[in-house]
């Protein structure tokens, strides 16, 4: 019974640490519309899954995911570097040039991009996200966690 319940808490904590691990961001802002019948329609991307980690010492690697609630007609995604300080919480924008993607007719959404970076800085990626569902254009923005 106590190899068993040992058992338990390790796969248990495997779980939970994965989770951790691969930052969640929830919409920071996101517009609405109203539909004929008079009730609030959230746009196509709610929820995005962010991962920004070190490829190299001098190369970041972000992906972002998400389903999507309906078939989006374009999705345009603005990435932004960010240099930030764990002690203020402080963000500053990065001498790296923003990357900007799009695509169009989409069921799914995915996104990734490589960033230069100093491997002494801690960083933090935002993402804009603007989504074009039944003519109604929603956006939102997200950040990663720090790396």
Do not use: Q
Request: proline content about 1%.
């Amino acid at each position: 019974m106590k190899r068993l319940f040992r058992t338990f808490l390790s796969l248990l904590t495997v779980l939970v640490l994965s989770f951790s691990a691969s930052g969640h961001a929830y919409a920071d802002t996101t517009m609405t519309s109203v539909s004929d019948e008079g009730s609030i329609v959230v746009e196509s991307v709610a929820r995005v899954s962010i991962t920004a980690t070190r490829s190299t010492s001098t190369s970041a690697k972000i992906t972002a995911y998400s389903t999507l609630s309906s078939m989006a007609s374009s999705i345009t995604t603005t990435a932004t570097l960010y240099e930030y300080n764990s002690a203020t919480g402080a963000l500053t924008k990065a001498s790296a040039t923003p990357v900007t993607k799009a695509s169009y007719n989409c069921a799914t959404y995915n996104f990734s991009c490589s960033f230069p970076i100093v491997s002494s800085k801690t960083y933090k990626v935002k993402l804009v996200i603007t989504d074009n569902t039944n003519g109604s254009n929603s956006t939102t923005t997200v950040y990663g966690n720090a790396f």
